[in-house]
């Protein structure tokens, strides 16, 4: 129990990143039409998402029934499409005159990041004996 935060510095470390980036860069973004809120919401979001994921195979990964694990990438999975489907819907519905096809491409690339990240933690987590 001791090391339970500590297999999460990768998450915790991408969105520290990847938020200093989007704040600190807004005349940057702001020149290839990318919207910097958009993008620290979507990384908030992806976070958030990815730690409740990830905390739900770690307990399906504690099951002595292999399918329970197999089920929960396959939840987490549709939990995170749900939600960005959502996220989006909600954004091109509220944002009709300001909505930014660029900033929606950016957040799915980061999606991508934060996933490729997610199946390194869970391969970590698989590799482990008393996992």
């Known amino acids: ?3 339970q935060g500590r297999e999460l510095i990768p998450l915790i470390m991408l969105f520290i990143v990847f938020n200093n980036l989007f704040f600190f860069g807004k005349t940057f973004l702001a020149k290839y ?3 910097h809120l958009v993008l620290m919401i979507a990384n908030s979001l992806f976070f958030i998402v990815s730690i409740i994921v990830y905390m739900m195979q770690k ?3 504690r099951n002595s ?10 939840g987490g999975t549709m939990i995170k499409m749900g ?3 959502v996220a989006v819907f909600i954004y091109a519905l509220a944002f009709k005159s300001s909505f930014s096809k660029m900033s929606v491409f950016a957040a799915m690339i980061l999606y991508l990041i934060y996933l490729f990240v ?3 933690l869970a391969t970590k987590l698989n590799k482990q004996k008393n996992a």
């Open 1 to 3: 129990m001791k090391s």
């Open 59 to 61: 307990k399906a990964m």
């Open 118 to 120: 997610e199946v390194k």
């Open 33 to 35: 039409q990318l919207d």
């Open 83 to 85: 939600v960005c489907v």
């Open 65 to 74: 029934n292999p399918n329970v694990f197999v089920r929960s990438v396959m």
